[in-house]
């Protein structure tokens, strides 16, 4: 239980992270675009010249560039929380067979129940890894093809 709840935790924080992530990341997007556009603007405008706008316009092309490492961030923060959402649901259903071997009648059962939601953890665990190894190749494969 306190493995759950430390996970629940977790998981709370990495959401926290992933919308301050995401509203910063929307935030930086449109102070760039208004700089970018206000160095446009405003030489056409109070008719100066369009040297007087390279430094908002630089200024608009980081601040974009800031708001994409946001959205990274972002990225990775989802799938973090995918991760721990998965990871947290798999506790609970896990505990929650667990918890019911107790409504069975004889010691044979619930042994034999046991057994049972052993194997079948050893058996999510063993599709898991084999998801994991088929992505990586695909990953790699998808590099090589990008080159």
Known sequence: MINLEDIKEFYTWSQKQAKASFILAVVMCIFGFALMIAAIVLPVVFRLSFQMSIIPAVGGVITELIAGTALVVYRNSLLQLNHYHKAL????????????????????AQDDMLREIIRSEIQMNLDGLKEIENIKPNKSIEKENSK
């Open 89 to 108: 649901h798999e506790d609970e259903r896990f505990l929650s067979s667990v918890n019911l071997l107790g409504k069975f009648s004889t010691v044979e």
